[in-house]
């Protein structure tokens, strides 16, 4: 089964932007969407978006107008972008992808700690 | 507050049955498929159950999943400690046009 790597900055000041990095570490894997996902603390997990294997994205509405999704094929990367972060976006960010059509979000990694604080 | 409403909590005794319910719409799972997650805080969390009833390999059988009208149900039987954990539905939503989680389970074995 192919893995997930995620990496980013996990400490921000609010105003700032949020960017996160996905790996996968399987090439040979079909992708159908890669998708990022956050839980905030004591809440339950919240769709940021996706983008699918022709580029096109889709966003949570609450986020769209301050999300960006963005994939390389060439390195087998995908990323997220969230400006002007809040405290309200304070959360721990997975990545996933979906690697059959008919699954979704079958392929997790293991989460990034995002803390936005002054 | 969630699009997909769950019971924030469940419990069950080793080997005992135990039901998850998860209530949508008709734009939501009254019109979609439904997938479940488990997720163990600090884990990267588990697809479950796809399309409503489907386990991905890997998953024990004694995870199923039904849908039926608006609404849809995890079963867990047989229950494990190792079961003990937050379990999430999800769905597309057509109004939305995005995926909706419920505002997930916690479920104790006692």
């Known amino acids: 089964q192919a893995q997930l790597q995620q990496w980013g900055a996990g400490l921000l000041k609010p105003s700032g932007t949020l960017s996160l990095t996905c790996a996968v570490d399987?090439?040979?894997?079909?992708?159908?969407?890669c998708s990022w996902i956050r839980r905030p603390p004591g809440k339950g997990l919240e769709w940021i978006g996706e983008i699918n294997h022709s580029g096109s994205a889709n966003y949570n509405t609450s986020l769209k107008s301050r999300v960006t999704i963005s994939v390389d094929k060439s390195k087998n990367q995908f990323s997220l972008n969230l400006r002007s972060v809040t405290a309200a976006d304070t959360a721990v960010y997975y990545c996933?992808?979906?690697?059959?059509?008919?699954?979704?979000?079958?392929?997790w990694g293991k989460g990034t700690t995002v803390t936005v604080s002054s | 507050q969630s699009v997909l409403t769950q019971p924030p909590s469940a419990s069950g005794t080793p080997g005992q049955r135990v039901s998850i319910s998860c209530s949508g719409s008709s734009s939501s799972i009254g019109t979609n498929y439904v997938f479940w997650y488990q997720h163990f805080p600090g884990t990267a969390p588990k697809l479950l159950i796809y399309?409503?009833?489907q386990r991905p390999s890997g998953v024990p059988d004694r995870f199923s999943g039904s849908k039926s009208g608006t609404s849809a149900s995890l079963a867990i039987s047989g229950l494990r400690s190792e079961d003990e954990g937050d379990y999430f539905c999800?769905?597309?939503?057509?109004?939305?046009?995005?995926?909706?989680f419920g505002g997930g389970t916690k479920l104790t074995v006692l």
């Open positions: 999800a769905a597309w939503d057509d109004t939305l046009s995005g995926w909706v």
């Open positions: 399987d090439g040979s894997f079909s992708v159908y969407y």
């Open positions: 996933t992808i979906t690697t059959g059509r008919f699954l979704r979000m079958d392929v």
């Open positions: 399309r409503n009833d």
